[in-house]
């Protein structure tokens, strides 16, 4: 079911969909794609209560530009004129699709509900192409539906419990609770077939519930060549081959990653304490490893550090006390800007 919405809304957010989708792509992650060339225009960022829009096209003085309500919203992705802003409360709607086509502006244009009968339950990553919208839920599986259409009725529903994917060309890497890390050929877009490739031995598939809202999990992300995985409960990023998902190489983060990005060389992890056990004893802040070696590079501590966003030069962090942006450019973290506004539990950038 959708939400009851006017006409002249849904024709609005249909050709905002399909010029996204025509010309966007958005990345599991809160980094830019790989080799994305366009600059940043805003940041979003959720906070629990809002989806707040960021002008961060001057990273030294980024301004805060508008915010709509959007009830424990914990997750977002977003292409071009759409935010999709996952929501955590029971009650509250499973995913919020935002016209965020005037930043000043947002406005919420289809609400799709939690729903046993579509098996919507508690979104946890999420990555769309083309008119393909591919997300895990951290107590169903993963999902395919088709965006263009708004047609989240007409859905492929597959696996165990899911929490993180990526993409690598024709084959989407995904992690749950059946395979623990395994793939499935995605050559046709909308119809996944499992390759029967997995590692189900070294991959946290455990969700677990952070106060007062949110998902801890494990997190994949791929910089093109291998699969890299943060793990919660033993504290890791590990390597994986892409071919075989056999494990090639680990690193302690000492801490329980809250997001996880792969850009240009190197890992970027936030990480932060939960209030509950058994994730109670955590590194808080951000981390830089070189991905060749899977070395530390760089380090800032934090407090609650909960979301990175990267392009270019840039690290994009969130945190109870704001919106931090770092120049990247010399492998470290050169604060460039603090906005207080910016605090935040997850965070994405778009035009």
């Known amino acids: 079911m959708i939400m009851k919405t006017s006409k002249k809304i849904q024709t609005s957010i249909f050709l905002t969909l399909m010029f ?49 309500a959007i009830n424990t919203s ?62 895990t839920d951290v107590y169903r599986g993963l999902h395919v539906v088709d965006l263009a259409n708004f047609n989240f009725s007409s859905q492929v529903n597959l696996g165990g419990d ?13 992690i749950d609770q059946a395979m623990g890390l395994h793939t499935y050929n995605v050559t046709t877009p909308e119809t996944p077939v499992a390759t029967g490739i997995f590692n189900n031995t070294e991959i946290d598939v455990s969700s677990y519930g952070d106060a007062p809202y949110g998902q801890y999990h494990s997190w994949v992300e791929n910089d093109g060549t291998s699969i890299f995985v943060a793990n919660t409960i033993d504290k890791k990023i590990k390597q994986f081959d892409a071919a075989t998902l056999t494990l090639m190489n680990e690193v302690s983060i000492e801490g329980y990653p809250t997001a996880f990005a792969i850009y240009n060389g190197n890992a970027y992890v936030t990480m932060k304490a939960s209030a509950n056990a058994p994730l109670q004893t955590s590194y808080d802040g ?5 991905l060749a070696t899977l070395s530390l590079v760089d380090m800032k501590p934090l407090n609650l550090a909960s979301g990175i966003a990267l392009h270019n030069d840039y690290a994009y962090v969130t945190d109870a006390d704001g919106l931090h942006i770092y120049n990247i450019n010399g492998n470290n973290f050169v604060l460039e800007s603090t906005l207080t506004a910016g605090f935040g539990n997850f965070i994405a950038l778009g035009q």
């Open 20 to 68: 996204s989708l025509l010309f966007g792509c958005s990345d599991n992650s809160s980094s830019d794609p790989s080799g994305s060339t366009t600059t940043p225009q805003y940041a979003y960022i959720t906070d629990g209560n809002d989806l707040k829009i960021i002008d961060v096209a001057v990273p030294t003085a980024p301004t805060f530009v508008s915010t709509i």
């Open 74 to 135: 914990y997750f977002v992705s977003v292409s071009p004129g759409v935010a999709y802003v996952a929501q955590y409360d029971a009650t509250a709607p499973y995913l919020s699709l935002v016209d965020i086509s005037n930043a000043a502006s947002p406005s919420i244009s289809i609400a799709i509900p939690k729903d046993n009968s579509l098996a919507f339950s508690l979104l946890s990553d999420m990555y769309t192409v083309n008119n393909v919208g591919y997300l």
């Open 162 to 174: 899911a929490m993180s994917l990526t993409k690598v060309q024709n084959e989407l890497f995904v």
């Open 286 to 290: 951000i981390r830089m490893y070189d």
